[in-house]
Nanobody
Framework: QVQLVESGGGLVQAGGSLRLSCAAS?????MGWHRQAPGKQRELVAG???????NYAHSVKGRFTISRANAKNTVYLQMNSLKPEDTGRYYC????????WGQGTQVTVSS
């Protein structure tokens, strides 16, 4: 069983920045973030493999950067130029045979 602990959400004005962190309790292959806005389905934001390959949702490319520290089993999401439509609950995920999810952290971007 893998446990994920997230941190870094909050309230920010449009154009601002936030950095999310997610620490896993063991070594992981793929880690990343999904988000869910009120009334919408959960969607992939970004993911990164243990080898450093990344993928991003089209809506965040050029604004968000995902990175990881394998020695710490930690993934980071640097979010810049935030927009109100980025508001939602952000869930860290990890895959190691099965999928694991964090409890989520709220990101609210005010206009």
């Amino acid at each position: 069983q893998v446990q994920l602990v997230e941190s870094g959400g909050g309230l920010v004005q449009a154009g601002g920045s936030l950095r999310l962190s997610c620490a896993a309790s063991g070594s992981i292959n793929v880690m990343g973030w999904h988000r869910q806005a009120p009334g919408k389905q959960r969607e992939l934001v970004a993911g990164i493999t243990s080898g450093g390959m990344t993928n991003y949702a089209h809506s965040v490319k050029g604004r968000f950067t995902i990175s990881r520290a394998n020695a710490k089993n930690t993934v980071y999401l640097q979010m810049n130029s935030l927009k109100p439509e980025d508001t939602g609950r952000y869930y860290c995920y990890a895959t190691k045979g099965s999928w694991y999810w964090g409890q989520g952290t709220q990101v609210t971007v005010s206009s």
